[in-house]
């Protein structure tokens, strides 16, 4: 049987009276990477916030339904939130490394998690960077201050920061809409190496971008998944009139 990393079920989300998102049922499958394409405000970044439950910080928040996450319902008043943020790391969609050195960027989680001996730490750091292509580029200067690297070097420091808790998934909001294109194709590059090791989900507003990176595509429209299926069908076949018109531009 396919790995299933989420299993959501009947996922409903309320800001307020407003519902974001409705009766969403997605199979998100583990060691791969799905995209979450639509127009703007339907519930994307909405649906991949509730996988690790950053919208618990918003006021006013009611959600409804099931996303099983390692055989129990992560939604639950029992789940221990900041064990699930471990697993469940996020890249943000403008690269925002904390105002320290390179190694102190990576060694941050680990040592909130009490991890002091610096052999370690030294070895979580240079592992995280490796995977995170950085290495190479910054292994001279790691004591010097993250915000001097260029935007996409910060990103992907925040994806080896991401990476340094062991995570099990990484969620990414729109990694690359603040790169330029030699940035975007180096972390392109690199979604497709890590999720060997990652569940990886990504929205994206660039359909190239989603039918590049992604073994799969949820289509997101007014709160609701209107489509969702392997990238290659979904772009090459849709069964629905409206993720036709949105792939190919003709939405309006
Ligand atoms: N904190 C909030 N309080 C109230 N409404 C919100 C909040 N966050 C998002 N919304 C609303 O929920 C809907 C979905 O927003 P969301 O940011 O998830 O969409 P999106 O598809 O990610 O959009 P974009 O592509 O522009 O980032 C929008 O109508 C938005 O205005």
């Known amino acids: 049987m396919e790995d299933i990393k989420f299993d959501v079920k009947n996922l409903d989300l309320y800001y307020g009276d407003f519902q974001a998102l409705k009766n969403i049922n997605l199979e998100i499958r583990a060691n791969k990477v799905t995209a979450l394409i639509g127009p703007s405000g339907c519930g994307k970044s909405t649906f991949l916030r509730t996988l690790n439950r950053m919208n618990d910080l918003v006021d006013?928040?009611?959600?409804?339904?099931?996303?099983i996450f390692d055989?129990?319902?992560?939604?639950?008043?029992?789940?221990?939130?900041?064990?699930?943020?471990?697993?469940?790391?996020?890249?943000?969609?403008k690269p925002n490394p904390f105002p320290m050195s390179i190694f102190d960027n990576v060694a941050y989680g680990p040592r909130c998690q009490?991890?002091?001996?610096?052999?370690?730490l030294n070895e979580i750091v240079e592992t995280s960077l490796k995977q995170a292509a950085l290495w190479d580029e910054v292994q001279d200067r790691l004591n010097k201050n993250?915000?001097?690297?260029?935007?996409?070097?910060?990103?992907?420091?925040?994806?080896?920061?991401?990476?340094?808790?062991?995570?099990?998934?990484?969620l990414m909001d729109e990694p690359t809409s603040a790169?330029?294109?030699?940035?975007?194709?180096?972390?392109?590059?690199?979604?497709?190496?890590?999720?060997?090791?990652?569940?990886?989900?990504?929205?994206?507003?660039?359909?190239q971008?989603?039918?590049?990176?992604?073994?799969?595509?949820?289509?997101?429209?007014?709160?609701e998944v209107i489509e969702?299926?392997?990238?290659?069908?979904?772009?090459?076949?849709?069964?629905?009139?409206?993720?036709e018109d949105y792939i190919t531009g003709r939405f309006g």
Request: with cysteine.
């Open 60 to 67: 006013g928040v009611r959600i409804e339904g099931d996303v």
């Open 71 to 93: 055989g129990s319902n992560l939604l639950s008043s029992q789940t221990d939130v900041i064990g699930l943020r471990t697993k469940v790391g996020m890249v943000f969609q």
């Open 114 to 120: 009490g991890i002091k001996d610096k052999k370690e």
């Open 146 to 170: 993250a915000m001097g690297l260029s935007g996409g070097q910060q990103q992907r420091l925040c994806i080896a920061r991401a990476i340094a808790m062991k995570p099990e998934v990484i």
């Open 179 to 207: 790169l330029d294109p030699i940035a975007t194709k180096k972390i392109e590059e690199l979604i497709d190496v890590l999720k060997k090791e990652y569940t990886i989900l990504i929205v994206t507003h660039s359909m």
């Open 209 to 223: 971008q989603a039918s590049r990176v992604s073994d799969d595509t949820a289509f997101f429209l007014l709160g």
């Open 228 to 243: 969702f299926d392997s990238t290659l069908k979904l772009f090459s076949n849709p069964k629905n009139k409206k993720t």
